[in-house]
């Protein structure tokens, strides 16, 4: 009779940096399971609830990330007294120099993890120096709770906001589980109001969290991890090596990974948050099929081109300061949008073509507004504008997604100088199942964001079987699909 081993029993306990929790972690499942028992028993009783909140939260980041947890407590200690401090303080001089303390720590946090190696280099290549890099891990997150920080105290600054008096309010909406490790980024004001509101959850919130995490999972499980799998990886490590109909849909198979990757994760979030009781704002809505580039940042990473609108471009001037200052404002905005994905000059060069894309399209949009009348042909205008768009947006993605610019300019070459139809024969065969699944990606993507809601609101109560049944359909699903080795979500590294 094997015996039991008490060690290993509590190892599973401890973070593990090779099987870190997270919602596509078998493990999740029973975390959360206990998480919801006793979060309903004490559903009535405030204070309990916050404190069972709290501890799993943080105990999920642990999970996720290890000790860097600490930096979460810490940055809500330290954003917590500021806050309060920025709130009671009357002097304009000592409430920006509060302001200012807020703003230093968290940018030096993220700076001193994020950025130190890559100035370092940088410094190495334009200067000629021999500097080392230093033997600094980016702690899971800190993006995301950084510019949550910064919101949060800039906001009290503003006047627009009366902050948390107690700790576990502020504690709980900076670490809440379903987005902290990555998004998404969720404002004070929408989300501190909700924490010490009874718990009420409807049938149809019910239905919606469950479609929202079920449709998640399958975006992110089965479409994001089988093409990240099976085809786009190993043509962006070495495109010189692919024709360049290969090099192209890999492109439009990046282009797939990264939405159902980072919306599916942030529609689970959302959906769970919506079974707990919370609402948390849609991260996504159908990026592709926008007509421009600025309609695509409307709809595309909502929370975060939001927090740069409001916190960067608008104060930097926005375009209340004359036509070439606001260009400025839209290249700085994005460059520094750029740099937030990653220390690379990859990144900066996305966020740099962003920039001037949202410039021309403002100045197109100055010239031709008053000048074009409505057309007779508005459905072939606009279907060529989504195609112009899309591929702008696949454009950029080259340059996020590969490892160097020397990748990104292999590939793109391949894609301009060895592209022939010739090998489509031999390309659909060896990709049949690649090309269903992109085809399916898109399919699912043209569907209308309304649609869920309208199905949902139709059927007033929805069975337990049918849930159930949805349920086992996805695992058998997941199970046909699955890679053998788990793939750790892109925006994780952010």
Not at 184 to 210: C, L, M, T, W
Not at 232 to 248: A, M
Request: with cysteine; net charge positive; aromatic share 22%.
């Amino acid at each position: 009779m094997p015996s039991f081993d008490i060690n290993a029993f509590w190892e599973q306990f401890l973070y593990d940096p090779k099987n870190p929790l997270l919602f596509n972690n078998g493990v999740f499942v029973f975390f959360f399971a206990v998480f919801i028992t006793l979060y309903y028993n004490f559903r009535n009783n405030f204070k309990v609830r916050r404190y069972i909140f709290c501890l799993f939260s943080l105990y999920f980041f642990y999970k996720a990330s290890g000790y860097f947890v600490i930096f979460v407590i810490l940055s809500a200690i330290v954003d917590y007294v500021l806050s309060n401090a920025i709130f009671r303080q009357s002097n304009k001089l000592k409430k920006k120099l509060l302001l200012l303390c807020s703003i230093v720590f968290n940018l030096g946090l993220l700076f001193y993890f994020k950025y130190t190696n890559f100035f370092i280099a940088t410094c190495n290549d334009l200067l000629s120096t021999h500097y080392n890099p230093l033997n600094i891990l980016l702690p899971v997150g800190i993006s995301f709770y950084t510019f949550e920080n910064l919101s949060y105290t800039i906001d009290v600054y503003r006047g627009h906001f009366k902050p948390a008096r107690r700790f576990s309010d502020y504690l709980l909406f900076l670490s809440f589980f379903p987005k902290l490790v990555m998004g998404p980024i969720v404002r004070a004001h929408d989300f501190v109001p909700q924490i010490n509101k009874p718990y009420a959850i409807s049938e149809n919130d019910f239905a919606k969290g469950f479609y929202l995490i079920l449709s998640g999972m399958f975006k992110k499980l089965v479409i994001s991890d089988f093409l990240t799998v099976n085809f786009v990886n190993y043509i962006f490590d070495d495109p010189s090596r692919y024709t360049g109909l290969e090099n192209l849909f890999a492109v439009y198979g990046y282009a797939v990974i990264i939405y159902c990757d980072f919306s599916g994760y942030s529609d689970v979030a959302i959906g769970i948050a919506k079974w707990l009781g919370f609402t948390v704002p849609a991260n996504f809505r159908s990026p592709y099929q926008s007509k421009n580039i600025t309609e695509f940042w409307r709809r595309w990473h909502i929370s975060l081109s939001s927090w740069l609108r409001d916190y960067l471009y608008i104060p930097l001037g926005g375009n209340r300061k004359g036509v070439v200052r606001t260009y400025i404002n839209l290249m700085l905005t994005m460059l520094l949008g750029g740099l937030w994905h990653g220390a690379s000059w990859n990144f900066i060069m996305w966020g740099g073509l962003h920039g001037i894309a949202l410039a021309i399209h403002k100045i197109w949009k100055g010239k031709t507004e008053k000048l074009l009348k409505p057309a007779e042909n508005i459905f072939f205008i606009n279907a060529l504008s989504v195609l112009i768009t899309f591929h702008f947006v696949c454009f950029g993605w080259v340059f996020f997604k590969a490892g160097s610019f020397a990748d990104a300019n292999h590939m793109i070459y391949q894609i301009t100088h060895n592209f022939s139809f010739s090998v489509w024969g031999a390309f659909f065969d060896n990709y049949k199942s690649v090309l269903g699944m992109i085809g399916l990606a898109f399919v699912l993507h043209s569907i209308p964001d309304h649609y869920a809601d309208t199905v949902i609101a139709r059927f007033r109560k929805i069975p337990l079987p049918v849930y159930l049944a949805l349920f086992f359909l996805f695992v058998i699903v997941y199970g046909y699909f699955k890679s053998a080795e788990p793939v750790m979500p892109i925006y994780l590294q952010f």
